[in-house]
Structure formats: C-alpha cells, structure tokens
C-alpha cells in the first residue's frame, strides 16, 4: 500500500476528528451556556419563589393580626354598647328621679308663695305694733332724758366738789410721804462680807443719799456706811439665790448687798421704799 495514500487517509480522518472535536467542544460550550443560562433562570425562580413564600408569611402575619385587632374591635364595641346601654338606663331612672324631684319643688314653691302671703301679712300688722311702740318709747325716752339731764348736772357738782377735795387730800399726802421717804430706817438681815451668815442689823437711809446699819438701834457708831449718791440709778429688786425668800438685794458700783426682810410684805415694802428714797433724794440732790 502505498504510504502517500496512508498519509493522506490519515489526515483526512485527522481533519475529520479535529471538525468533529471541534463540533463537540461548540456544541458542549452551547450546552453548558444553556445549562448556565437555564441554571441562573432556576435561580432567580427559587429567589421569586423564596420572596414569594416571605410575602405570603407576611399576608397571612397581616391578617392574623387584622383579625386580632377586629376581634378587639369588635369585643370593645360589645363593651361600648353595654356602656352605653347602662348609661341610658342610669339616665332614664335620673331622669324620673328628676321629674319626681320636680314635683316635689313645686309644691314645695306653691306652700313657699303661701306662706309669703303671710308672712307679708305678719309683718305689715308687725310694722304697724312698732310705729306705735316706738312712738311711745321716744315719747318715754324724752321723758326719761330730761330727767337724767337733770340728774346728771346735780351729780356733776357734786363729783367735782369731791374731786377738789380728794386732789387737796391727795397732794398733803404726797408731800407727808415724800418727807417719810427721804429718810428711812428699820432692821433687816444682811449677809456678811467676809463670813457669809446672815445677821440683824439696824439699817438707817439719809436724805443725802447714805446709809449705814448698826449692830443695834442703840448704837451711835456704826458698822459701815455708803455713799450711793453718785449712782446713775439704784438696783434694788428681788433676790432668792442665797435661799431665803423674802430676801432681796441692793446693787451699788461696789458691792451687792443681800437683805432679808420678816416677810412677803415687808420685802416688797422695803423694796418700793428703797427705789423712792433713791429716786426722791436724786432728784432733790440734783437739782
């Protein structure tokens, strides 16, 4: 055979197999381009179906819900119209308790307008009783003044009569008192300086503003004597811290002086007169 021919026949069938190679590997490329393109379609179809079956979830999530929001609905419009029920029946029965109370007020007015009548009568016969009584009371009241005046005036006299009597009274009184005040004396108990015990002392006040005490009234020297004269003021009031209690107290520039009268009385009589006696004596001593 010969082997040109060989050759030839081979690349023939060569040709033939590289066409038909080459027809297969289009035809695949056809294929899986198909496939691909089919692939992508089935793909978007399950994605269409997948948004497909969320929206039908969401539908029937959205009627569900609308279901539940008429069933509310339609429960709470039940309760509305009981509501609405019991308030027209609770308006009716006001509405006959109202009439009723109506009725009582009108005849409550009618016994009302009855008993203006009345009483409009009572007091027409009540205003004339007092136009006369009052008359004859101004006619007693005129009376009665002129007596009183007369009284009055008569009384008047009198009162002043006394008057200038009790003021004369009055001012002897206050110069005998003054005389009296202006010196003073008596006994009390003092506490000692240095030994603090109470002891009974004879207490002479002056017109000069001094006072001295003695051991007794016999005595012409006497244990000590003050000068208050100088004082702007005199504190002499009640004191119970040294446990007497009728016992008081004399405050001078130099010393407190601690005294003690019998009683109650003499300790508030002991203090007015030691307040005068310093008031009446400075004034005099100033002047």
């Not at 393109?37 to 539908?59: F, I, M, S, V, W």
């Not at 009572?122 to 009284?151: E, G, I």
Request: glycine share 2%; with cysteine.
């Amino acid at each position: 055979m010969d082997p040109l021919l060989v050759i030839d026949f081979l690349v023939e069938q060569n040709k033939k197999l590289w066409n038909e190679k080459i027809k297969f590997e289009n035809t695949s490329e056809q294929k899986l381009k198909k496939l691909g393109r089919y692939k992508k379609a089935l793909l978007q179809e399950q994605e269409e179906k997948e948004k497909y079956k969320n929206k039908c979830e969401d539908l029937e999530k959205d009627l569900k819900k609308n279901s539940s929001m008429r069933e509310a609905s339609t429960n709470s419009l039940s309760l509305s119209v009981e509501q609405l029920q019991s308030t027209v029946a609770q308006l009716q029965l006001k509405a006959q308790q109202s009439e009723s109370e109506r009725r009582k007020i009108s005849l409550f007015a009618a016994k009302a307008k009855t008993k203006i009548k009345e009483v409009k009568l009572d007091h027409k016969n009540l205003k004339t009783d007092v136009k006369m009584v009052t008359n004859r009371f101004l006619d007693d009241f005129q009376s009665l003044s002129t007596q009183l005046q007369k009284q009055v005036s008569t009384h008047c006299e009198l009162a002043e009569d006394q008057y200038y009597k009790l003021e004369q009274k009055f001012s002897n009184f206050m110069k005998d008192s003054e005389d009296q005040v202006r010196e003073t004396a008596g006994y009390l108990l003092k506490v000692g300086k240095t030994v603090k015990s109470w002891k009974r002392r004879w207490f002479v006040f002056r017109r000069d503003l001094t006072f001295s005490y003695f051991k007794t009234v016999e005595d012409v020297k006497p244990l000590d004597t003050v000068d208050v004269s100088m004082e702007d003021s005199l504190d002499v009031s009640a004191d119970i811290s040294q446990g007497k209690p009728f016992a008081f107290k004399l405050v001078t520039t130099n010393r407190t002086y601690f005294l003690c009268a019998t009683n109650e009385d003499e300790k508030r009589r002991w203090i007015s007169v030691l307040r005068r006696w310093f008031e009446v004596n400075k004034s005099y001593l100033d002047k």
